[in-house]
């Protein structure tokens, strides 16, 4: 004779197994749902992220204008090295050599320059 086991509860049958399943399948959607919908909510981090994103593209678009600015002047100061003539080139140097050595004298003079700018602009101004 086949002895009878006494019912516990514990034992899951196959009936309920496939809606516990279900459930469980439902609770990770709905907690992958809410996930998504607090970091759409969250205005604070998506704004961060568009900032930091248009940050980036600033940054890269700056790098491409300054080494096009480079090229292009690089290229303009070769034309017009080739156009100048000799003489011209040399009385150049030799301004530029002079300008080097009378630093402290010729700051002084831009700033009394500048100044003298100022005051005048200020006065008319009255």
Known sequence: ???DKPHTGDEATPATDEPRA???ATREELGET???LA???DVKARAQEK???VQQQVEEKT???QAQLRDKASHVVHVVQDKTPEPVREKAGQGLQAARANRAPLLAAAGALIAL???RRSRKHR
């Open 1 to 3: 004779m086949t002895q």
């Open 117 to 119: 700018l100022l005051i």
């Open 51 to 53: 900032a930091d994103t």
């Open 39 to 41: 970091a759409k909510a």
């Open 34 to 36: 809410v996930e998504t």
């Open 22 to 24: 279900q459930v469980e």
């Open 63 to 65: 790098a491409q204008a």
